[in-house]
């Protein structure tokens, strides 16, 4: 079992910057791709970003089209956390943003591909 707790959630006004926290526990979070995803109100769960298992080969980081270039990906595997930074924030990226992981060598952008998630953190852009 593995157990996923985000922080780091907040108010920003658009333009700012913020940086999500996920820290595991349990099973091996090293052997774990890690997903990173956003849902608002009313509207269903989106894939933003993920990342590959570390000393993968690849190593790769995935975004979604929203994210690609405002917000990195990355892992300490040391600590057992993935982080993701958020610059340039607008006030569409207002959700509450999940931390996945799943039982696989590769990532993956479907959220039903992802067996652990953490409770959430709320991220509110204000314009």
């Known amino acids: 079992q593995v157990q996923l707790v985000e922080s780091g959630g907040g108010l920003v006004q658009a333009g700012g910057s913020l940086r999500l926290s996920c820290a595991a526990s349990?099973?091996?979070?090293?052997?774990?791709?890690m997903g990173w995803f956003r849902q608002a109100p009313g509207k269903e769960r989106e894939f933003v970003a993920a990342l590959n298992i570390a000393g993968n080969a690849q190593n790769s980081q995935y975004y979604s089209e929203s994210a690609n270039g405002r917000f990195t990906v990355s892992r300490d595997d040391a600590k057992n956390t993935v982080y993701l930074k958020m610059n340039s924030l607008k006030p569409e990226d207002t959700a509450v943003y999940y931390c996945a992981g799943r039982i696989s060598p590769k990532h993956s952008t479907d959220y039903d591909d992802y067996g652990f998630w953490g409770q959430g953190t709320q991220v509110t852009v204000s314009s």
């Open positions: 349990g099973r091996a979070f090293y052997t774990f791709p």
